[in-house]
């Protein structure tokens, strides 16, 4: 019972935090430099990492389907495969599972450090609400770069999947094949609703993690913890959220 | 880094991100983003099937557009076909829906149509031909494997039987069975008939044996193939023959194929009815001459009377005779 109470308590707060930031959203050019700090953090940092997930990615799912597809004769779809499976559901997946991982914890890491030693109650004197100051253009950010990592992420995933099925012996497919073969099943709206999925992802993950930062209580100890709790809290929200954002985009 | 670095490196990255992501839209949507290049064309179908936006219209296996979309129009499906620019499409060309694989790809097939036939303008409606899909030849596939299985059924219980009445093989073992003495028989006999012409007894033994005899069947085998070689010129005279009797050259052919011939010869007959009806009649003096016997009666006296002149004259005959010649010479 007690930890239904704390899960609704957070999901609360996390609403609350976002009605709030939504109420600064007018500040939010007067707050240029931190909105391009949190979009160098999120976006352009992340980049490698997602580069290199995604490209392996790509790779083993080429590699996979290339293995099973061979028993039936459909190896020429493996492009059609690897495309629609990274642009509707790996690439939005992999790259909000990478931000919970390396942005939304030193998120919850460094809000959390501000609320334990009383910086965040510090702009709270001052007038100055930790919503609009340390929320807002973070929200702001993780909105605008979300679909620029994922679609660089579906690109390099695409890639990823024609090196393999080009050198892998088994497969040998040529790139031009496997690139027809992907545009032939493929639309636009299918990489549209990846890069929806992905917006909506990042949005949560950077929510909750504020949300869990903020609202972190006691010593230096709990840091850690609230980490912990950001990081398994985005995982799960992701996967959750994951089911019902298809199901409603089809 | 200082700010100008850091705001510098987030706009090229953003912008990267746009870029890609038009770069994306242009690739999957056939470079549609800002132009619609070619002209389009309507193909109206009973049942579009597995066609869908985006599938492949070719003409003679090259591709020369795309379908554009597919909508309902009344009582019939339509789709409408983008044709790049520059592709003339004749007004018979046929457009049908090709199956391209078995897992639901297809596409537009068109033909080449005649050379001399009006290109097909912008909107203009295509010729359509159905074909039938997977589902129709799987389903005339299990119509034959059900004929199939029925007649396998009845051949089976034919060679087998049903229960009922014996089948194929328990009527030929019965056979075999209650005949098994006069097949033994047959069997010896035949034993028999073998070893004899294999040791040239009989006609047929002597005939396989004896070379002799073998080369007059030979000699006989020529005479007869002469005899059938002047058969053969014999009949190619008689058809020659017949084809001039046809043409109407000969005497036979004028009788038998010249209108004018046959024309004279009824007006001959009909003269000749005529002759012999007045005969008959004792009309004329043929007819006079064979049925009034006064005329013979009449030829006869006057022969007796002759005759007896000439009696007469064979008495003063040499007088007679001196007479003439002195009033030839005198």
């Given at each position: ?250 | ?253 004028a009788l038998l194929y010249d209108e004018e011939s046959a024309a004279s010869i009824k007006v001959t007959v009909k003269n000749l009815r005529d002759v012999s009806d007045k005969i008959a009649r004792g009309e004329g003096t043929l007819g006079?001459?064979l ?40």
């Amino acid at each position: 019972m007690k930890q239904l109470t704390n899960i609704l308590e957070g999901f609360g707060s996390a609403v609350q935090l976002l009605v709030q930031s939504c109420r600064y959203a007018g500040t939010l050019p007067r707050q240029r430099a931190r909105f391009i700090e949190q979009c160098y953090l999120i976006g352009y940092t992340t980049l490698p990492i997602v580069a290199i997930l995604c490209f392996f990615m790509g790779s083993v799912l080429a590699l996979q389907a290339g293995y099973s597809m061979e028993n039936f004769g459909a190896k020429q779809f493996i492009g059609s495969l690897v495309g629609l499976s990274f642009a509707r559901e790996l690439g939005p997946v992999i790259v909000a599972i990478l931000l919970a991982g390396r942005v939304g914890s030193a998120i919850t890491a460094e809000l959390a450090s501000m609320k334990v030693y009383q910086e965040v109650d510090a702009l709270v004197t001052m007038n100055i609400p930790p919503a609009r100051m340390l929320v807002l253009p973070r929200l702001a950010a993780v909105l605008v770069m979300m679909p620029v990592l994922a679609i660089i992420g579906n690109l390099i995933g695409w890639f990823g999947g024609a090196v393999v099925s080009k050198y892998v012996q088994s497969i040998a497919i040529e790139p031009e094949a496997y690139f027809a073969a992907l545009r032939r099943y493929m639309k636009f709206k299918d990489v549209g609703t990846g890069l929806m999925k992905a917006e909506i992802f990042g949005f949560v993950v950077v929510l909750i993690c504020c949300s869990i930062g903020l609202s972190t209580r006691g010593g230096p100890r709990e840091i850690g913890a609230s980490v912990t709790r950001a990081v398994v809290a985005s995982l799960i929200s992701i996967l959750v959220l994951d089911y019902f954002v298809t199901k409603a985009l089809m | 880094m200082n700010t100008a670095q850091q705001t510098a490196r987030v706009g090229l990255f953003f912008l990267l991100g746009l870029a890609l992501t038009w770069v994306t839209w242009e690739t999957l949507s056939d470079g549609k983003l800002f132009k619609q290049t070619g002209y389009t064309l309507i193909a109206g179908f009973e049942n579009l099937k597995e066609l869908k936006q985006g599938d492949e219209v070719r003409m003679a296996g090259v591709k020369i557009g795309s379908i554009e979309k597919t909508r309902l129009a009344g009582r019939r499906a339509e789709a409408v076909l983008r044709i790049d620019p520059g592709v003339k499409i004749a007004s018979d060309a046929t457009a049908t829906i090709v199956m391209a694989g078995l897992i639901g790809t297809n596409y537009v097939g068109l033909d080449l149509g005649t050379p001399g036939a009006p290109s097909l303008v912008d909107g203009a409606e295509l010729r359509t031909k159905i074909t039938p899909d997977i589902n129709t030849i799987m389903a005339e596939i299990g119509n034959l494997g059900q004929k199939l299985e029925g007649a396998l059924n009845s051949i089976t219980s034919s060679v087998s039987g049903d229960g009922k009445s014996p089948g194929l093989f328990q009527k030929i073992d019965l056979l075999v069975t209650q005949n098994s003495e006069k097949i033994g028989t047959t069997m010896s006999n035949l034993q028999d008939i073998t070893t004899k012409l294999k040791d040239g007894e009989g006609t047929l033994g002597k005939l396989i044996n004896d070379p002799k005899l073998h080369d007059e069947l030979l000699a006989t085998v020529a005479e007869i193939k002469s005899a059938a070689a002047d058969a053969k010129v014999f009949v190619t005279d008689t058809q020659g023959i017949i084809a001039q009797v046809k043409a109407g050259k000969g005497t036979l052919g004028a009788l038998l194929y010249d209108e004018e011939s046959a024309a004279s010869i009824k007006v001959t007959v009909k003269n000749l009815r005529d002759v012999s009806d007045k005969i008959a009649r004792g009309e004329g003096t043929l007819g006079k001459l064979l049925n009034d016997d006064s005329l013979y009666l009449g030829v006869q006296s006057t022969l007796k009377k002759a005759d007896r002149a000439i009696d007469g004259l064979g008495d003063s005959g040499p007088i007679t005779a001196v007479g003439v010649a002195a009033s030839v010479l005198f």
